[in-house]
């Protein structure tokens, strides 16, 4: 398991946090899904050999936000 943090553009409030939050959760390989409002940051603990970044990437865009 290794510590990814992904910089997320256009979280403002608690819906945003939980859309992110369930949309990485449901994929294969993601342990555990922390975001930070405040700096637009999300910390995912994943294994690697199962999700990819981009898995992740589209995950979060396809709720509606930018990944940078």
């Known amino acids: 398991m290794e510590?990814?943090?992904?910089?997320?553009?256009?979280?403002?409030?608690g819906?945003?946090?939980a859309a992110v939050t369930n949309a990485l959760n449901e994929l294969e390989g993601v342990?555990?899904?922390?975001v930070h409002l405040e700096?637009?940051?999300?910390?995912?603990?994943?294994?690697s050999s199962k999700v990819t970044d981009e898995d992740?990437?589209?995950a979060i865009e396809d709720q509606g936000y930018d990944v940078k």
């Open 31 to 34: 342990k555990n899904v922390v």
């Open 15 to 17: 819906h945003c946090k």
């Open 39 to 47: 700096t637009g940051k999300v910390e995912v603990e994943v294994d």
């Open 3 to 13: 510590t990814k943090t992904l910089n997320v553009e256009g979280m403002t409030c």
């Open 56 to 58: 992740m990437r589209e």
